[in-house]
């Protein structure tokens, strides 16, 4: 079983962008999987019809072994998403916004509590795990989003974007935690990013989408010898022509 | 499903808390509703049951106005707050997502009724009729009241933020319809058609039976009741299918924006 097959998926939106023009790809299990490409590419439309937020026009997804269109309540429970700019109920604290998710995922009391904790410490939330989410920087924001996206332990991560609005040693510390909690879990991570650096820190093998398309799929290294270029901030000067 | 219904209810308590807009609806408006229709009530010199005749009114808006905005908050509250998808993400369905707030909005109501006929006793000789009727009646407006945020959440699905108006003014036009300061027989008859459509019609009917007013409908009670249970299961329905519609359209993402 793949962790994600992605099957000639079509996606128009009403003001008539055509935002996935047949997109096929696999993702095994266990991998961490980087979706690069210029902004309107398509990239967090394919995110979002992976989550079960969009329903494509055309075509299927098949998320842990279901399928998006048939069988979207299955996948819910075993995925989650992180996104950038992170927003959540900005009255609640950093804790409540976590202990509300973790009663969505239907974690048991003790159960959310002790994973509230390691994730506050995970991400370095300790001081502002009492605030009010209105009142903490962008950066902490886009922590708390990631601590929420490993809330319920999910089998398939999302992240959208994972570390705008993140200092670079805030980033760098997270990007190291994503490959932590992959290895220790064994989740697949799909993930897009800008940022090539993190795409080469994370990812096993990546897809170069532009208009709704994919140019170049393979490892990091496979991409920059077909391309011939010295690093991937070449390869995505090279597709993005 | 119990522990997002708690969820829910977990995230409107805190919302409700910290809100002084919502100590406000709970406060200033159904008191300065129920003060003028009572000062109104001792200016005419009604007889002590035209007086409850007509503070019925005024109490039952407040306690389901109060009520019905804790359900529509679900979705405004998400939209306000841009985590739409975030919610909707989780293995969330559209029973829990109403019932959690709806049960911290029946606390509030309760509260404001609470409160309304306790002042309304003290200054406008308002009794209330005993506990059965009494209890009766306000199953019918907590119902109404889910019906009510329901239907504004499938508004706001189904035409985007604009919409939101729906959750300040659907109390007063149904209850307007439904008879707040007279019986639904004084309405036109295109209007009267209509009232004999709401659910809160035939409890106000009920109600104000207990003050002296001959009941203008049949079996109230089962009609009310009746009507409740087609209405609520086609509200959930209709709210299931503008979800599915939000996904298909991209509309619930526009809302995370």
Known sequence: MKAVAVHDIQKTYANGTRALQGVTLEVEVGEIFGVLGPNGAGKTTLLNIISTLLVPDMGDAQVLGWSVLDDPGKIRGKMNLCSGNANFAWSLTIRENLRFYGM??????????????????????????????????????????????????PELLLLDEPTVGMDPDIALKVRRHILEYQKRTGCTVLVTTHYMPEAQMLCGRVAFVRDGKILALGTPDELQTKLKAKDMEGVFLELAK | M???????????????????????????????????????????????????????????????????????????????????????????????????????????????????????????RFYLPGFTPTAILLIGVFMNALLMGGLVSILVLQYGQKAEISAWTFAYLFILVAGIYYPASQLPPFFYHVALLIPLTYFLDYFRTFYGHSAHLAHPLIKGFGLLAISITAMFAGLKMSLSRARRTGVLLRLSE
């Open chain 1, 104 to 153: 969505l995922y239907g974690l048991s009391k003790a159960e959310r509590e002790h994973k509230i904790e390691e994730l506050i410490a995970a991400f370095s939330l300790e001081p502002f795990a009492d605030r009010r989410f209105d009142e903490v920087s962008t950066g902490t924001k886009q922590r708390l989003a990631l601590a929420k996206a490993m809330i319920n332990n």
């Open chain 2, 2 to 124: 119990i522990q997002r219904i708690l969820a829910f209810a977990y995230r409107d308590w805190l919302f409700a808390r910290r809100n002084i807009f919502s100590v406000v609806e709970m406060l200033f408006w159904p008191i300065v509703g129920m003060l003028s229709i009572g000062l109104m009530g001792n200016f005419l010199q009604l007889t002590r049951d035209q007086q409850a005749f007509i503070l019925t009114g005024a109490i039952v808006l407040g306690t389901l106005q109060v009520t019905q905005l804790d359900v529509a908050y679900a979705l405004l509250h998400d939209i306000w707050s841009k985590s739409v998808k975030h919610t909707f993400l989780t293995p969330t369905g559209v029973v829990e997502y109403l019932i959690g707030p709806w049960l911290i909005g029946m606390v509030r109501g309760t509260v404001v009724f609470s409160m309304l006929s306790g002042f309304s006793m003290y200054a406008f």
